[in-house]
């Protein structure tokens, strides 16, 4: 088989934004004790997560032919079914997403917003807790994920991680994408990082808040100094 375009350049640049900001993220989630003032980095980085999540979302309605939801070999037979050939034995070849990586997507989806909405907004002991043990499943399924593509190479001798920088794995002609899309890809690209200069700038260390881009709203992140050290998050509407 010859190597073909399977990923367009808008999923890829998805794809190392958000894994990028999980990691960083996480990294100084589980490193920085949350009264240090480097641990409000890990909560801008999710909230970039968060906004990149939102690409995502609209990529998978209107995106292209592997981007699309549709295209996710989740259900539970096929799930299963490959699951167990690839400990016994080779899987099934899939020039989009296999199922293993599918499921991996889909839970990252789910658990990402339910990390802003447990990290963002709320305060006390029971959302704390909340926060953390969906914080331990997300880091749980980034490394069941990269061990899966780990397997998947040795076993099948395909860098499938390679093809997030290339677009391109070994498939067949009439299963490859029309296009890269490089005019949406500069689009995505340029929203991205006009999106996230304007958070960071938007932040304000002293005060420990941050000023969310185009809709206005400003949250507090950690531990409101003025509050005598008292832990609270809170949103507040700019009018």
């Known amino acids: 088989m010859s190597k073909i375009l399977v990923w367009d350049i808008p999923n890829r640049i998805f794809h190392w934004l958000?894994?990028?900001?999980?990691?960083?993220?996480m990294t100084i989630a589980f490193l920085v004790d949350d009264e240090q003032p480097l641990f409000q980095m890990h909560m801008l980085l999710g909230i970039v997560t968060f906004f990149m999540l939102l690409i995502r979302l609209v990529m998978g309605i209107v995106g292209s032919r592997y981007?699309?939801?549709?295209?996710?070999?989740?259900?539970?037979?096929?799930?299963?079914?490959y699951m167990f050939s690839a400990v016994f034995s080779k899987t099934k070849l899939y020039a989009g997403n296999n199922p293993g990586s599918a499921v991996a997507a889909v839970l990252m989806f789910v658990l990402v917003p339910a990390l802003f909405i447990s990290g963002i907004?709320?305060?006390?002991?029971?959302?704390?807790?909340?926060?953390e043990l969906l914080a331990k499943g997300l880091l749980a399924v980034v490394i069941l994920?990269?061990?899966?593509?780990?397997w998947h190479t040795i076993r099948h001798r395909e860098n499938i991680s390679l093809a997030m920088i290339t677009g391109r794995k070994a498939g067949r002609q009439e299963d490859a994408i029309s296009s890269a899309h490089p005019i949406w890809g500069g689009i995505v690209l340029l929203a991205?990082?006009?999106?996230?200069?304007?958070?960071?700038?938007?932040?304000?260390?002293?005060?420990?808040?941050?000023?969310?881009p185009v809709i206005g709203v400003t949250l507090q992140l950690g531990d409101n100094e003025s509050d005598g050290g008292h832990h609270e998050r809170g949103v507040e509407d700019d009018d």
């Open 67 to 81: 981007s699309r939801f549709s295209s996710y070999p989740v259900h539970p037979r096929v799930v299963i079914g």
């Open 121 to 131: 907004g709320y305060s006390g002991e029971a959302f704390e807790e909340l926060h």
């Open 145 to 150: 994920h990269i061990a899966g593509l780990t």
């Open 192 to 212: 991205s990082v006009l999106w996230i200069t304007a958070l960071f700038a938007g932040y304000s260390p002293g005060s420990g808040t941050v000023r969310l």
């Open 18 to 25: 958000f894994a990028g900001s999980i990691a960083v993220a």
